[in-house]
Every structure is written in C-alpha cells, then in structure tokens.
C-alpha cells in the first residue's frame, strides 16, 4: 500500500536496540579531492589529539638534565614573562620548550600581578659571593643608615630569598624604627634586590589568599602593626605558619 506523504500520515520509525553498536560505513572518496578522509584516517587523527599532553606551567625548577628554569620579564612587552634556561653558564630564554615530551610554558598571571612583582628581564656574569655580598653592603649602606649587624643582616635575607627553595625554614625579616626613620626607603631597595620581590600595604587575609602561590613571591609589608585587633593577630597567625615547609593552610570557598 503506497504511503501518503501529506503530512496527516508518516512512517512510523523502525525500532532500535539501545545495546547495538554504531557501524561506520566505507566512505566513497572523490577521485582528486583533498579534503575527505578515510575512517581510519579521522580515529587516527582524534586517537592523536587525545593523547597530546596539556602544556606544562613552570615558574622555576631544576630539570633531570640539570637545566634551571627561571621566570623574567620580557625585555620587549613588560606585561609579559618568559622562561630562562640555563646551565652550565649558558642562558637562553623562550616563551615555551620541550621537555620529556611535553611543552613547558610559563604560568599565566595577572597583568596587575605581573606589573607589582620585580623579575629580572635577563642575567648577567657575577663575582663570587663575598663580593656580591659586599656590592649589597655598599647599595644599602648608600641610601639607609643602620648599623653594621643591622646591615648584615639585611644583606643575608636578601641572598636567602633567591635560594628558598632549598632551605627548610622561611626565616622573617621585621623592620622597626620610628616615623622618619627610613623604613619605607628600605624596602624600595628590598624591593629591586630580593627574588620576585612584591610591596603590599593595608591588606588583609583575604588579599594574602588571593595572592597566587605559583609565583612564590617575597613578601615586603609597608606599614605592618598588630595591635590589639583580631584583625591583626589573625593576620601574624597566618604569616606564622607559613615559615614552616609544607604546613597547610585550607581555603574554603562557599557556593
């Protein structure tokens, strides 16, 4: 019997397994065109794409091969960082690089971020570390007055906060003196002289959560006073914790 077509009567659809398997028919190819593939071609091609590796974010690290990463600033966009390499006295510096089958990149940071943190735009030759040390005694001693224990002191913290990484402890540099006293002038020069240095004033717990700890910066409060507040005492609590290598601090946010 002919099926009428008027739109009042219509085929009913032939009932399907929901267990069966779909079954990729053979693909007719034109004879001299570029742009159909083969079956075989596409699960070769999707099989690929999913066994590609995300890139890898790096702001520093010490490879198996003994190459040094290094986060700086581009030299030509400064709202822009880039990766240092080096090893063996020889540096280079790329957007990106392979290594053991991944690409690594640098970390995507907030242009505001990128803007207060100090990262050096290159390297260059240094001394030996008594006269490295004695160039920062002179720089500080240059522009603030302090005493000599006062002095060596700074320029040790200042050599501590480029190797952190392989020290169990973060030790805490407190800056007291009266009202005119320098105290602001010298964190300017902790500022240029300390690793990924950063200048924070008026904050609270909230700012230091949403500081990200990718960069691992080194932390130069303006203005720091406790206090009698729970402001200020949850404030030193938290500041506390963090001298100790992998102590954890649980940040819950609510939905």
Partial sequence: ?????????????????????????PQRTVQGSKTDLGIDEVIVKLAAAECSPEPEALEFRVLA?????????????????????????????HNSFQHNGKVVIPPRLDASLVEAVRLP?????????????????????????????????????????WFQD????????????PYGAGKTSLLALLHCLCRRGIRISDFTPAALYALPGTI???????????GGSARGRDLLRLLRTGTTRRSCIPKLQTL
């Fill in 121 to 161: 735009a290159g390297i260059a030759p240094c001394d030996s570390t008594p006269v490295l040390f004695e160039e920062l005694w002179a720089c500080l001693s240059r522009y603030v007055d302090m005493a000599e224990e006062s002095l060596r002191l700074m320029c040790n913290f200042i050599l501590y906060t």
């Fill in 166 to 177: 392989v020290l169990p402890i973060a030790p805490y540099l407190w800056i007291i003196g």
């Fill in 65 to 93: 091969d003994a190459r040094i990463v290094e986060l700086v600033r581009d030299s030509i966009d400064p709202r822009k960082v880039r990766l240092l390499l080096w090893k063996d006295g020889e540096a280079e510096i």
């Fill in 216 to 226: 691992r910066p080194t932390l130069l409060i303006d203005e720091f006073e406790v």
């Fill in 1 to 25: 019997m002919p099926i009428r077509t008027n739109g009042r009567h219509r085929p009913k659809p032939k009932a399907t397994d929901s267990h069966s398997e779909i079954i990729f028919a």
